[in-house]
């Protein structure tokens, strides 16, 4: 980009010294010089490797209507404007749009360059196309690696929380039951000193079996909290398993602090829902959107994928209703306008015990 600069500055600066330039084409290209490299370099730094967005097309077409300007009202510039415009047309989209685009930047080329009087090649769409292509290529690289580092990194996180989920069952079952026999030999041995031993030996018999109580009742809160998921944590996993499968994602979680059991059954909520998009859906993007309500909480995944036979339900997600039905709650599948199906649940801010 900065020999590019050199070389259109250099030759624009002799256009306007020594030619007859009018002034509106000089406005025109000093407008195409500055634009063109801010919105090629926030495009690279800012953009690139990231899921499709509008901004995306934006600055490409920014970028876009800057060379066909510099070619246009001065073809001094040479035709060398284009091929960045190829280069960032690969790569602002996934292969298939970024294919199109290369295309169609090609076609532009071929009829724009004679006609701000260049002369035509056939070198110029070939280089355009190659320099399209090789963006493309690189692209799809980039993607893939990008995204199996995140599915590796979710898979990983998956991993250790079954880890966990391990350990805190072995936790109760062997410490639990452990503790579970302290307490009743403990409540013997009181039974057994009662009216005998004085009263220190008794207060002390008393105080290993509260203790031993209180130790059995934290290693159960312990071994809930690690069995049971939190909704920040499936969230976080669900958006980069739907990222890492090609599926945009955006998350909108709930400022507010939510009840524990609350949490919980949003958590199973958002693990369903985003098994279901990726083993059903074909989408491209998904929203995962938690609302808080005076008297309820919702949470709602949508997607932009075929709905499955007018919204038909699932083992997963007859289960997951059952689950939601018992804390007082309810599930809603329905369809999406113009594609799409929108899971909502919701679930009273007080769940029964």
Known sequence: MAAFLTVVVGREGRSILFGDVTGFAIAVVIAALVVMPAAWLFFWFRLAGGPDRLGNGLTFLVVLGACLALIVASPLSGVYPMYYAAVMAGAVFRWRIGVALVVAVAAITTFAWPAAGGAWSLQVPVIVT???????????????????????????RLAGAEARADLARDLHDRVGQQLSAVILQGELLRMEISGTADATVQECAATVVATARDALQAMREVVAGEREPRLATESDVARQLLEASGIGCSV???????PLAVDRILAWVVREGTSNVLRHSGASRCSIA?????????????????ARNGATRGNGLHGLEERLREAGGTLEVTTVDPHGLRLRATVPTQVPA
């Open 252 to 258: 909108e979680l709930s400022k507010d602090d939510l």
């Open 130 to 156: 190659l320099l399209g292509g090789s963006s493309v290529i690189v692209r799809r690289y980039v993607s893939a690696h990008m995204e199996l580092q995140t599915a590796r990194d979710a898979l990983r």
């Open 290 to 306: 938690v609302h808080l309500e005076p008297t309820f909480v919702a949470v709602d995944l949508t997607d932009d994928g075929c």
